[in-house]
């Protein structure tokens, strides 16, 4: 019977102590030590004691194994600061509540890099002249890790372009010298063999056809390796929006003449888009807008598109054909036919026009294009009402600079187009259109403010201004140039004030765009110009000003524009509304 009471109290005992041993040990965490904020955030960033605080352990013993656990990933917080010769003290107050667990920290010198040798496993005479300055790495900063790991990537880069892209590094030595307080490192690579570039096979074609996609390629078999070449013909391969996925790989072993194989993975995109959208401005009213594409005809990455817009008073219809890689990777051939009707003040139009356009590319981001294109074109309720049979020769010079083309927000652009015209049926005469605009971007604040300016100027010379058919004078007062006038009523005026088109124009125009949420902003802008009767702007001409905001809402597609714009010098008669009101897809500039 004792036997039996003191096995119980014994079980009893046992269970209250593990009872109390399974109750959760809550600590607080502190480091010692002079040390600066970036420390401590990463101290704290490494720490497992930190990261795992709200999940303390049952024991004391499970704090303090966690506690000697942490102490590594502490030292190697600190040697990701250049501080190599770190010294911790744990210290663990059991009687506090909650436990206090305190580090002591001396983090000791930052040890910087007294060197950075670079060894090769095969003698290569034309890698000597490899440095650590070309590497981006500079003697006595702070031996960083990850400064020395980024060094490392810039040499098999710097290989790479040298033709060595199966070099690699075989061994790494940082040696931290305790008696100089310094780092000093020591590379070895194998650069492997210099190579050229292989057979090149695609894989996951559908039905984009094989001519097509290796007439993308950057390089020939037998030709010298560049990665230069193959980053182009990755960016080529994008640019054609046939594809949703490209990866370009190498093999890992050289063929016969050392030359190395290349395999690209490809996913194909839809290649057919159709998209509807609505506008709205004051003197047009809603608007539809419908477009349709398909960028693989023939599966030769050739595009058709289709796009109509429709309002009460205008209605326009385009149909695109382009032909890529036309007689040159970098020349494409763009097929125009184009309809529109359109009523305004000064005008009545009804034209058909067809065009062919050659366009080079001559950098990543300067275009160069010209063609022929005709155009038949009715003018009524104007002062030269007519039908005019017209032969253009449009040349065009493009720089783009911007970083984003709807919503741009740092860089530029320009764009000069010149288009000599000339009547081709009946009483002949001819007149030249020139056109240039530029646009410039500054991001202010990150991209949080950025402030946009665009100026616009335009001249038309040879024949007299009541020859030239009015539709092609120059209008200005629309959602895009000088905001707020009536639409296309910013010209000079007939006897009667109505708008009779002319023969240049300027307009300067400033915009501030602020992001207040993710997909949310706002503008205020400001424009000022004149449209004149004689070839070149008049600078002693009354300029016509105006000013609005509007909000933008971001989408997949662009900004959504909403703007509201006010005339500051409104003309009797012709500005009888005090604002203009717009609604589209798209920045105004």
Known sequence: MKFKQLALSLFFSLGLFLSVEAQEVRYDLQFEGDLSPLIVNTLYSVSQLH?????????RIGLRRRSEADLPNL???LHSLAYYNAKLELDIDYESDPIGVTIAVDPGPVYPIAAFDIRYTADEECLEWITAADLGLRIGRAAYPKTILDAESELLILLAQEGYPLANVTRRRVLADQAEKVIRVEVTVNPGLKVAFGPTR?????????????????WQRGQAYDPYLVAKTQLDLESSGLFSAISIQHGEEVIEDNELPFTIYVTEAQHRTIGFGVSYSTYLGPGLLFQWENRNMQGMGRKLGL???????????RAEYIVPNFLDRCQRLKFLLDGEKEQTEAFNETYVSVSGLVERKLTDRHWLSYGLSFKELSSTGSDNNNTFHLAKIPLQFRWNGADHSLSPTSGGTLNIKSTPTAEMVGERFGYVINYLTATAYWPLLGDN??????????????????????????????????RGYKYLTVSPLDDEDKPIGGRSLMIYSIESRFKLKKNLGWAFFYEIGNVYRKEYPQFDHKQLQSFGCGIRYNTIVGP????????????????????????????AF
């Open 51 to 59: 990261l795992l605080q709200d999940d303390p352990p049952k024991s």
């Open 75 to 77: 030292i190697d917080g």
């Open 202 to 218: 695609f894989v996951g074609l559908e039905t984009v056809r094989q001519p097509f996609v290796y007439s993308k390629l950057f």
């Open 307 to 317: 796009k109509t817009e429709l309002t009460a008073k205008k209605q326009n219809a």
């Open 449 to 482: 403010l950025v402030f946009a300016f665009r100026a616009t100027t335009g001249s038309i010379f040879g024949s007299s201004r009541r020859d030239i058919p009015p539709p092609e004078r120059f209008y200005a007062g629309s959602e895009s140039t000088l």
């Open 560 to 587: 959504l524009r909403a703007d509201i714009a006010f005339p500051i010098n409104r003309r009797p008669g012709i500005d009888n509304r005090s604002f203009q009101f717009y609604i589209n897809i798209g920045e």
